[in-house]
């Protein structure tokens, strides 16, 4: 068994790496969407506002939709490491 600080460090240190795989590869989408939107706004001179906003929230919500389990799934592991390490971090064995 580790000890307790340890433990907290290890399950901190998961929880950030779990939070950047869910947050990466949408913002990801979201970015290339949005820069993919801008160049054909610039292309065509239209500079309407829901034109841009659009494209985005369609391609983020559907990046939720086929990445959403893998997520969920990730959240569940990091839950379960939590919980087996409450008694670790709490007594510091």
């Known amino acids: 068994m580790i000890g ?3 433990a907290f460090d290890r399950l901190l240190r998961e929880s950030l790496l779990v939070a950047a ?7 990801f989408i979201a970015t290339a969407v ?3 939107v801008a160049l054909i706004q610039a292309a065509t001179q239209v500079q309407e ?3 841009s906003l659009l494209p985005k929230l369609i391609s ?3 990046a939720l939709a086929l990445f959403g389990g893998y997520g969920m799934h990730l959240c569940a592991g990091l839950f379960l490491d939590a919980v087996a390490q409450i008694a670790d971090i709490v007594h510091g064995v």
């Open 4 to 6: 307790g600080m340890e």
């Open 21 to 27: 795989f869910l947050c990466l590869p949408v913002l």
């Open 34 to 36: 949005g820069t993919l």
């Open 49 to 51: 506002q829901t034109l």
């Open 60 to 62: 983020v919500g559907a």
